[in-house]
């Protein structure tokens, strides 16, 4: 898989302007990010759900996994319950939060269709995923007739709606094509057996379906047909912030920290990416090279008005949101408790030239 945006640029600066630029780096980025808080005396550990949005988890989902493994959450007197769902716009996985049990994936649409939550932490801004077909596939409008994935949820899920994404490029609609639903863990194989044409995949799925299949092919990188939109943000019931508010800070802290570490301790990360996802380590360390590189983790809340009200404005238009009840960034985030949380890790910082 080719990603333009990998390419590198190689300067040879002076070296008066090298070491400042590496007492820059020591000063403002490598030691924020390396830094961790220290285990606290804790008189009990807090008990706490956090959801995947798969089953297993894909490369990109394992920033819990990560906090977890690392002992993150452990410092902070966080005793975390990691569940899996079937997609992250699933109903299960959005009633889990909405009851106020689960910090789990939430976007702008259910909480303007009336869920009580708020996104707290925005895990990866970036869309990671490429929209990949099969060999006879050349351009979206040899899309028209064939079999796409809805995985995770069916209409309304992810996949479905990148499906959409996809066929809007070439003038067609969601009824010129068959959406096939299925579990999330039926998308690579629904495309390496042929039976589906059409499927967003992650990138170690894109690894390892040109790996088996060497015919299937890129369509288009999803970042760039939608540079905007905001991938995954976690978030939580109105009800638990007003319950426990410390507990969702210090949760969030702990991710902020988890997400810093994949960045700068690959060593670390990698076996438990690989445990989490149950993936070869290939095809993991493929997937960790290209989310690095693409800046698709964050490193700080994740979150930015401008990425949000873009996101919420696509749900406006293709008639996920209704105008009337198109919800604002103020509405959709709490931003003040990701201020708290990054305050709480030292505050913002950037790792590799990443920001977010």
């Known amino acids: 898989m080719t990603d333009r945006s990998m390419a590198k640029i190689h300067r040879r600066p002076s070296l008066a302007g090298a070491v400042a630029l590496v007492l820059c780096a020591l000063a403002f980025s490598i030691a924020p990010a390396l830094a961790q808080t220290p285990k606290q005396a804790c008189k009990e550990m807090r008990k706490v759900k956090l959801g995947v949005s798969v089953t297993p988890p894909n490369v990109v989902h394992t920033p819990v996994y990560v906090a977890r493994g690392l002992g993150l959450f452990a410092n902070r007197c966080i005793d975390a319950e990691i569940v899996e769902f079937e997609g992250g716009l699933s109903a299960t996985n959005l009633v889990a939060v909405a009851q106020g049990g689960t910090i789990a994936s939430m976007n702008a649409t259910a909480i303007a269709q009336g869920m009580k939550a708020k996104q707290i932490w925005g895990m990866a801004p970036r869309l990671p995923q490429a929209y990949v077909v099969s060999e006879e596939i050349k351009a979206a409008g040899d899309l028209k007739g064939k079999r796409l994935s809805a995985a995770g949820g069916g209409v309304g899920s992810f996949n479905?709606?990148?499906?959409?994404?996809?066929?809007?490029?070439?003038?067609?609609?969601?009824?010129?094509?068959?959406?096939?639903?299925?579990?999330?863990?039926?998308?690579?194989?629904?495309?390496?057996?042929?039976?589906?044409?059409?499927?967003?995949?992650?990138?170690?799925?894109?690894?390892?379906?040109?790996?088996?299949?060497?015919?299937?092919?890129?369509?288009?990188?999803?970042?760039?047909?939608?540079?905007?939109?905001?991938?995954?943000?976690?978030?939580?019931?109105?009800?638990?912030?007003?319950?426990?508010?410390?507990?969702?800070?210090?949760?969030?802290?702990?991710?902020?920290?988890?997400?810093?570490?994949?960045?700068?301790?690959?060593?670390?990360?990698?076996?438990v990416m690989a445990q989490a996802t149950k993936e070869p380590p290939e095809a993991v360390t493929f997937a960790y090279d290209y989310l690095t590189k693409n800046c698709v983790w964050s490193v700080n809340s994740g979150f930015s008005r401008d990425r949000t009200e873009w996101s919420i404005d696509n749900a406006v238009e293709n008639g996920d949101i209704q105008a009337d009840k198109k919800p604002t960034y103020e509405q959709v985030v709490d931003v003040k408790l990701g201020e708290e949380a990054l305050k709480a890790v030292g505050g913002p910082t950037k790792i590799r030239g990443c920001g977010d």
């Open 160 to 271: 479905w709606v990148m499906g959409r994404e996809v066929l809007k490029t070439a003038g067609l609609k969601v009824e010129d094509v068959q959406f096939i639903s299925q579990g999330t863990a039926g998308r690579l194989p629904g495309l390496v057996s042929g039976q589906l044409n059409g499927v967003a995949l992650h990138p170690e799925d894109v690894f390892l379906a040109q790996k088996e299949k060497p015919n299937v092919r890129v369509l288009v990188q999803l970042s760039d047909l939608l540079p905007k939109y905001f991938f995954n943000a976690y978030g939580a019931a109105e009800s638990l912030l007003s319950r426990d508010r410390a507990l969702v800070r210090d949760v969030v802290s702990a991710l902020i920290e988890a997400n810093r570490a994949i960045y700068t301790q690959k060593e670390k990360v990698i076996p």
